[in-house]
């Protein structure tokens, strides 16, 4: 493996690890002010946590290949 490839793979770990947290977080906040508890708390808190990880992710990655092209 070259080292640019590990190093992309170390990146891409890490970008999931932060927009994951960040989709719990955002999910954990919002079921938490709804005061939503139990099964119907834990599936909303599910999808609001991927809907918002993918979403950073994506914007994330748009951003970084932006920042690249501009070098």
Known sequence: MRPSQSGSILNS???I???GAAGGFIAWYVVMQ???Q????AL???VIGMVVATAAWT???WL?????GMR
């Open 38 to 41: 139990g099964l119907a708390g």
């Open 64 to 68: 970084l290949n932006r920042l690249r």
């Open 44 to 46: 909303v808190a599910a």
């Open 13 to 15: 770990i890490l970008g």
């Open 59 to 61: 914007a994330l990655t």
């Open 34 to 36: 709804l005061g939503w």
């Open 17 to 19: 690890i932060v927009c």
